[in-house]
């Protein structure tokens, strides 16, 4: 399974850079890229019930590449570090949560929608998490490792927008995961994650 995983990623970066080499010297606009990090507030659904797990908040922190295709739009490709999962209180206070960390990978269409000092954006684009770790923490139980217990990789679809202010960028994007994390129990399991990101464009810098 491990293996598995890797493969993938291997195969998910190569063509990140594929796809960033044939954009390149099609444009006239340059390539930039920056760093971004934020909060993510996720939570996990179970197919199989009506109830879900309470949203959690957890680090997403990273770096991404912007490649105009146009003068309105570009591929932007990131690569982050993602904590997703969830959270339930129960009535006496007890509260139990399940993290769940990703390498993730989106691929990212991004339309700019003017030119100027505050720039609108918005961010659409299938994503792939590489889960680098999982566990499970509450009251009387200690932190369980439960990461053979997940699938290795998740698929999801994000959608966000945002503004660009010179070299920063506030952003928020909605992560929707589309396949089953449990790897051994029948009870379908899904996140759905809300992040709030700040980015700066060290390209964006260095041209001034």
Request: glycine share 12%.
């Amino acid at each position: 399974m491990e293996r598995e995983g890797f493969m993938r990623l291997r195969c998910a970066v190569i063509l990140v850079a594929i796809l960033v080499l044939s954009a390149g010297p099609s444009v006239a606009q340059p390539v930039t890229g920056g760093v971004k990090a934020g909060a993510n507030f996720s939570k996990i659904t179970f197919g199989e019930f009506d109830e879900d797990l309470d949203r959690k908040t957890g680090l997403v922190i990273g770096a991404f590449i912007t490649v105009p295709m146009t003068e309105l739009f570009a591929f932007q490709p990131e690569m982050l570090y993602s904590v997703k999962g969830g959270k339930f209180e129960q009535p006496d206070g007890d509260e139990f949560k399940t993290n769940l960390n990703f390498l993730q990978i989106p691929l990212l269409f991004r339309a700019n929608f003017a030119v100027g000092t505050f720039r609108p954006f918005a961010v659409v684009g299938p994503a792939f998490g590489f889960r680098t770790g999982a566990n499970f923490d509450g009251p009387g139980e200690g932190d369980v490792d439960i990461t053979d217990d997940t699938n290795a990789v998740e698929f999801s679809g994000v959608i966000g927008g945002g503004l660009q202010f010179g070299l920063v960028s506030v952003e928020l994007r909605y992560d929707h995961g589309f396949n089953d994390l449990d790897d051994i129990e029948s009870a379908e399991i899904k996140t759905r994650t809300f992040s709030v990101l700040v980015g700066f464009d060290f390209a964006r810098f260095r041209d001034r």
